[in-house]
T-cell receptor, first 114, second 110 residues
Framework: DTGVSQDPRHKITKRGQNVTFRCDPISEHNRLYWYRQTLGQGPEFLTYFQNEAQLEKSRLLSDRFSAERPKGSFSTLEIQRTEQGDSAMYLC????????????FGPGTRLTVT | DAKTTQPNSMESNEEEPVHLPCNHSTISGTDYIHWYRQLPSQGPEYVIHGLTSNVNNRMASLAIAEDRKSSTLILHRATLRDAAVYYCTGRGGGADGLTFGKGTHLIIQP
């Protein structure tokens, strides 16, 4: 399967703990996006990369959120000091370029903060 | 940010055409209009996208209004597998990520 993969698929953590999610994009895609989705809402854009450069991070929800894509391939999203309000589905997507190209989404990581 | 307006839900019968409308007056003239659909507990699935003229692919057709303030996704013969939440979307505020609304929950009756 050459689609976007995400790991883990589910994560349960206690409030205050740090969590890290991984996304592996489609191999030839240079753009990688992170979104968050809460119940009953559409995905909410967080940040994106072109190769290893993070081109937009003002949409990250707070300074507890950070993302990396160190070699322009896989990416990680870290949430420090998790709060119950962070419980959501975290989605990763990749594409060949900007608006003219479709984005392919992974299955998501479901985070539950207790 | 791009703002989209879609009906909360629509219902159709199997094997009939479905027209899903979207108003998107704030998507800029150079940004593509994208449609995605999502099943419960899955990531969104790309359906179709276009800029100004109508577009067709194996899944659907996209009719874009001449003023680009609205578009309609057309499923030519709905099947039970087409039941999903459908989102029209576009880039928001210059950032490259897509801005999603709440979408339309499409119900297909057998």
């Amino acid at each position: 399967d050459t689609g976007v993969s995400q790991d883990p698929r589910h994560k349960i953590t206690k409030r205050g703990q740090n969590v890290t999610f991984r996304c592996d994009p489609i191999s030839e895609h240079n753009r990688l996006y992170w979104y968050r989705q809460t119940l009953g809402q559409g995905p909410e854009f967080l940040t994106y990369f072109q190769n290893e450069a993070q081109l937009e991070k003002s949409r990250l929800l707070s300074d507890r959120f950070s993302a990396e894509r160190p070699k322009g391939s896989f990416s990680t999203l870290e949430i420090q000091r998790t709060e119950q309000g962070d419980s959501a589905m975290y989605l990763c997507a990749s594409s060949l370029g900007g608006s003219a190209y479709e984005q392919y989404f992974g299955p998501g990581t479901r985070l539950t903060v207790t | 940010d791009a703002k989209t307006t879609q009906p909360n839900s629509m219902e159709s019968n199997e094997e009939e055409p479905v027209h899903l409308p979207c108003n998107h007056s704030t998507i800029s003239g150079t940004d593509y209009i994208h449609w995605y659909r999502q099943l419960p507990s899955q990531g969104p699935e790309y359906v179709i996208h276009g800029l100004t003229s109508n577009v067709n692919n194996r899944m659907a057709s996209l009719a874009i209004a001449e003023d680009r303030k609205s578009s309609t996704l057309i499923l030519h013969r709905a099947t039970l597998r087409d039941a999903a939440v459908y989102y029209c979307t576009g880039r928001g505020g210059g950032a490259d990520g897509l801005t999603f609304g709440k979408g339309t929950h499409l119900i297909i009756q057998p």
